[in-house]
């Protein structure tokens, strides 16, 4: 089998120089964690899955201090506590907020999705207590909690890293003087390779900071009627189960969905979660928009197999379609105070959403 991650690799190949492949490839463990781990790349698409991870680590944390090697005397073990492990959890880079999920059958699920030979769960769970099942950690006689330690270590740091070159570039950012050079290099940020996330921040800041300045009138009767500005509110974090919105406008009530252009089922999926209520898509493509709402309504025909009531029931549900190319715009229109609280929104949510405050 092929190492995905090189990392994951170097660290194999310094533990057991001349049988690393053989531990791979024995290894569902570390076979699922290199599966999992493509969020270190820049241009990766992929969810840091950090709930899942760190899961597995709060376990191997305390397991490898007090049962390494032991294997006879860790068949009898039976779990450690579930606060002693959330605590853990909670306690490691971006996990303040991460939920408990992962200990109730979310890792076994995915472990069994991604490893199809897998016979037993990866983690076993007993009365509110937990453990990796011994099949797991012992490979060609090797005990490997200590290496998928430092494998999951090294992705933390990575992502860290990773994470540091968008502060340092927002903090450049702060410091310049020159508007149309921060107007610039605000639009580079806006890529088609941009890590989801991150994407759904920027996009968001730019947008509040445009609709802001668009003023519609609002009141119950004539002489109840006032001038206000559009204000955008983001509905949670990133990963949240948010049901399909990420943004709502307020007073108009317009919902946003930030998503890529790659698979238009998932549009539809988002129209059907708010009972085709219209949806502002904010898309992640450099593709003009009319080309986006071309391709649209041509899955559309397709999967409605020419039904009228489901062609128009999803057509109807199109408010808008907002790509990078319409946001880069927006960013050239915006005055020095926008652009300065655009800035400054990214910093705030990104720092937000990567838990950051917290770790600092």
Not at 219 to 248: C, H, M, P
Request: overall charge neutral; charged content about 30%; proline content about 1%.
């Amino acid at each position: 089998m092929n190492i995905k991650e090189d990392f994951v690799r170097d660290i194999l190949e310094k533990e057991y120089p001349t049988d690393f492949q053989q531990v791979y490839d024995n290894s569902m463990l570390i076979q699922y964690l290199d599966k999992k781990m493509k969020a270190v790349h820049s241009n990766s698409k992929t969810r840091r899955n950090l709930a899942n991870i760190y899961a597995i680590y709060s376990i191997l944390y305390f397991y490898k201090n007090h049962f390494y090697e032991k294997a006879e005397e860790y068949r009898g073990f039976e779990g450690y506590d579930y606060m002693l492990l959330f605590n853990h959890y909670r306690s490691l880079y971006g996990g303040s907020r991460l939920q408990n999920h992962s200990f109730n059958s979310r890792v076994n699920g995915e472990f069994h999705n991604r490893i199809n030979n897998a016979v037993n769960d990866l983690i076993i769970a007993n009365n509110g207590k937990y453990l990796i099942h011994i099949d797991y950690l012992y490979v060609n006689g090797y005990d490997i909690s200590k290496v998928v330690c430092k494998i999951i270590e090294m992705y933390i740091q990575l992502l860290r890293t990773k994470d540091n070159v968008l502060i340092n570039h927002l903090s450049e950012l702060q410091s310049l003087t020159d508007y149309a050079q921060k107007k610039e290099k605000v639009s580079t940020l806006l890529t088609e390779d941009a890590e989801a996330r991150i994407f759904e921040i920027i996009s968001y800041a730019i947008l509040k900071n445009h609709y802001r300045n668009i003023k519609v009138y609002f009141g119950y009767s004539q002489e109840s009627i006032k001038k206000v500005s559009l204000k955008l509110y983001k509905t949670g974090r990133t990963n949240a189960n948010d049901g399909g919105i990420d943004f709502v406008m307020r007073p108009v009530g317009r919902f946003f969905q930030v998503t890529e252009v790659s698979n238009y089922d998932k549009y539809l999926l988002d129209i059907d979660k708010v009972m085709h209520f219209p949806i502002t898509f904010v898309i992640k493509t450099k593709q003009s928009k009319n080309d986006i709402l071309s391709e649209l309504e041509k899955h559309i025909r397709t999967r409605s197999s020419g039904m009228t009531v489901l062609e128009n029931r999803y057509r109807k549900a199109i408010e808008e379609i907002i790509t990078i190319n319409e946001l880069q715009i927006w960013i050239q229109e915006l005055d020095d105070s926008d652009i300065d609280r655009i800035i400054r929104d990214i910093d705030i949510y990104f720092k937000l959403e990567m838990n950051m405050e917290e770790n600092e």
